[in-house]
């Protein structure tokens, strides 16, 4: 796994409040164009994801870990990680990217970006 990380200025509650209310993803995910969850946020909800082209895929939260990290199969494929820490006075927020799929990294990249301007929004 490729680790990309971000230090935010904001407080971990609000960047966690980011990366789980799916209503938010498109603001950050360059990829996202929307998103569904079939029940709450936790490990082995199942929901749908539209990419910015192409039809629904679905997904499921493999692990979710409260307030600290989050990670999903895509289409039955592994997909990012997401953490938050506190660090200082702020957050370290942190995406991981399968070995396989090194070419995501920029869009990661844009993602911490967004989120960041987002969380202090």
Do not use: N
């Not at 990366?19 to 950050?28: F, G, I, R």
């Amino acid at each position: 796994m490729l680790i990309l990380s971000r230090d935010v200025a904001a407080h971990p509650d609000r960047v966690w409040h980011l990366l789980t209310d799916l209503a938010a993803w498109p603001l950050w995910g360059p990829t996202v164009r929307r998103a569904e969850i079939d029940g709450e946020f936790v490990t082995g909800a199942t929901g749908r994801v539209w990419p910015a082209v192409g039809p629904a895929l679905p997904f499921e939260l493999t692990t979710v870990v409260p307030g600290r990290r989050w990670s999903w199969k895509v289409a039955g494929v592994p997909a990012t990680t997401h953490a938050v820490e506190a660090s200082g006075a702020g957050t370290r927020l942190s995406m991981g990217i399968p070995v396989w799929a090194p070419a995501y990294a920029p869009v990661v990249l844009i993602a911490l970006r967004r989120i960041e301007q987002l969380a202090l929004a």
